[in-house]
């Protein structure tokens, strides 16, 4: 049987390296697989969907220029700046309603406010929160990521967002890059690109947030920079520079893109019975709570023309 998993979990990654396996189908599927059969290297699985989402994302640099990133991520820097503050002082109150962990809770509420499992683990050490707490945190967000990489785009739909708008509002509301991206390929039309920059302007948040929390609570915490940010900087920059090797640009762009379906293969496969226990009512009611209220929100912000 262990020989068994291991056979179909290899052909199911070689499957989602067909450019027509999408995100939503290579999340269902590593879930389904994990959820039935069971992942038989749950440990690798982590460490290596963490290693090719930053690949990943590094290598979408190489499908936008420097002014294209400049241009997607400076109407939103003001209004990220301020739903950052109000997500967490609104995820905390709410956490302290529902009388969520306080660890768990504030964790909760940074990484929706600005990465998702970047920002938990980054904060974490500065809040001196035990494994547990961590655990229960990343699993809630991990969890709402799987519903916002399906739900997000229907919804978009649904609403008539234009690519652009459904880009911003997917890199404003959704917590980890994968699924803003993920949500971003399907809807389609430009939109990833415009998620992608976005989001990656959101995360450069993670340090200054980090550095003033530890300066607050005196805390020995180490910052951990997403150095994957400056990875992406610099794809996009030697588009700019060498101009004449698009073709070659847009190859490592496609194939990047093909890179996050095996991440998100890889992260459903870490979908297992034990955390979703794990995850219990209250913290998943506090970050669901939060997540319509940041999700509106932003949604609002975005229709009214706050952020163009």
Not at 46 to 62: A, C, D, I, N, T
Not at 72 to 94: E, K, N, P, Q, Y
Not at 256 to 285: D, E, K, N, S
């Amino acid at each position: 049987m262990h020989r068994l998993r291991k056979t179909v979990y290899c052909l199911l990654i070689l499957v989602a390296c067909w450019p027509r396996f999408g995100p939503p189908l290579a999340l269902a599927t590593g879930a389904l697989f994990s959820l039935t059969l069971g992942n038989p290297w749950p440990d690798a699985t982590g460490r290596w969907s963490k290693r090719l989402l930053q690949v990943s994302v590094v290598g979408l640099g190489f499908g936008l220029g420097l002014v294209d990133v400049w241009e997607a991520a400076r109407g939103a820097v003001l209004v990220t700046s301020i739903g950052i503050v109000f997500t967490v002082v609104v995820g905390r109150w709410i956490g302290s309603r529902l009388a969520v962990n306080p660890n768990t809770s504030t964790l909760i509420a940074f990484g929706t406010a600005i990465c998702g499992g970047s920002a938990i683990a980054a904060m974490a050490p500065v809040v001196e929160a035990r494994d547990d707490e961590t655990a229960v945190a990343l699993a809630t967000v991990f969890t709402l990521n799987a519903v916002g990489l399906v739900a997000f785009p229907a919804l978009g739909h649904a609403l008539a967002l234009s690519p652009q708008e459904f880009g911003t509002w997917a890199a404003l509301a959704i917590h980890d890059t994968s699924s803003v991206v993920g949500a971003a390929s399907v809807y389609g039309g430009g939109a990833l690109a415009i998620a992608t920059t976005v989001k990656l302007a959101r995360a450069l948040w993670i340090m200054p947030s980090v550095a003033v929390a530890a300066w607050r609570r005196r805390s020995e915490g180490r910052v951990r920079f997403p150095l994957f940010v400056l990875g992406f900087l610099a794809a996009a920059g030697l588009r700019s520079l060498l101009p004449d090797l698009a073709p070659t640009w847009d190859r490592l762009h496609d194939v990047a893109r093909q890179g996050l379906v095996v991440t998100l293969l890889l992260i459903g496969t870490g979908i297992t019975r034990p955390l979703l226990r794990r995850v219990g009512m209250r913290p998943m009611l506090q970050g669901f709570l939060l997540w319509i209220v940041v999700g509106s929100a932003s949604l609002g912000v975005i229709l009214m023309g706050w952020i163009r």
